[in-house]
């Protein structure tokens, strides 16, 4: 598989910029007073059942390496979805001698109740992501 339409994608990934400079910094706030709450038992993350629940499993992705990310990670993508604000959260989880990217969706229900919605390794689609795994460069379906 790769990108089915280069122009489309590169024109595509100049509007996504423009967008993501503006919302990412809002989404890292979110995570950052999210997490605070969440710290002091006042907000809670959920676990969407159904999708998380099948992909984790598929993908060799713990509840605690959702979390380390979650904690740790920092905000690469905001956007709305399925009617809610939507952040895409990147980090890096230590195995043996290597690091491994992962990208968490959680979408923002209120200010004290987030769904994670999946996990991904974006390696399984490296034409989509530029090589630092942070910016979407392929928007092809």
Not at 22 to 35: D, H, M, N, Q, S
Not at 51 to 77: C, M, P, Q, Y
């Amino acid at each position: 598989m790769g990108c089915r339409d280069r122009e489309s994608c590169r024109q595509r990934h100049e509007n996504w910029l423009k967008l993501q400079e503006k919302y990412t910094p809002i989404g890292a706030e979110e995570l950052e007073v999210f997490l605070e709450k969440m710290q002091k038992k006042q907000a809670f993350l959920h676990l969407d059942e159904d999708h998380f629940g099948k992909r984790s499993l598929e993908r060799a992705v713990s509840v605690k390496d959702v979390l380390t990310v979650v904690e740790n990670g920092w905000v690469i993508e905001r956007r709305k979805r399925r009617g809610y604000t939507s952040l895409l959260i990147m980090g890096y989880l230590k195995h043996s001698s290597s690091y491994r990217p992962l990208h968490v969706v959680c979408d923002i229900v209120t200010d004290t109740q987030w769904w994670v919605i999946t996990v991904y390794d974006p390696r399984s689609k490296p034409w989509k992501w530029d090589e630092n795994y942070e910016q979407r460069v392929c928007f092809c379906s």
